[in-house]
Structures are given as C-alpha cells and as structure tokens.
C-alpha cells in the first residue's frame, strides 16, 4: 500500500513541500484528490472506485494516468510503497 512520506507537507491548495530536501512541488487538483486518497490510506482499488463514481473515466485510462502519477511521487520521494496494491 502506498504512503505519503512523514517529511512531506501538503496544504490543502496543492502546495507540496519536503522538509528534508526543502524541494516544493504543485499537484493540480486531480493530483491533490488521489494523494488526498492515498493519505486516508485508500489502496489503488478504492481511489478508482472513488473516480469511477465521480468522474466520467474509463478504468484503463485511469489506470494507465495513476500509475504515472505515483511513478512521478516515487521519483520525487514522496511517498513509499507499491502503487498497484
């Protein structure tokens, strides 16, 4: 299951910082909403359900779309763990 890292600050307009590198980032509000997810502790599933019932996506695209995103968090260091689970 992914985790957003300790060191890692999100404010509630996207505003990503990490206090141990002191690098920033903006997500944009879709990003915002599955890292939002993903800090409740929703796994891959229930953050696709979660869009699925929201939003006019198809689950292959969503897919292909979250897996980039988590592969970019991953990049950046924020967060930890497997994003397919």
Do not use: C, W
């Not at 915002?32 to 006019?56: A, H, M, P, S």
């Amino acid at each position: 299951m992914l985790k957003i890292k300790n060191n890692i600050a999100i404010s509630d307009s996207g505003f990503v910082f990490d206090a141990r590198t002191g690098d920033s980032f903006t997500l944009n509000t879709t990003g915002l909403e599955i890292v939002q997810l993903i800090k409740e502790g929703k796994d891959y599933q229930g953050v696709l359900q979660v869009f699925l019932d929201k939003y006019e996506v198809d689950p292959e695209s969503f897919e292909r779309y979250y897996l980039d995103f988590v592969a970019t968090l991953k990049h950046m260091n924020l967060i930890e763990g497997n994003g397919e689970d």
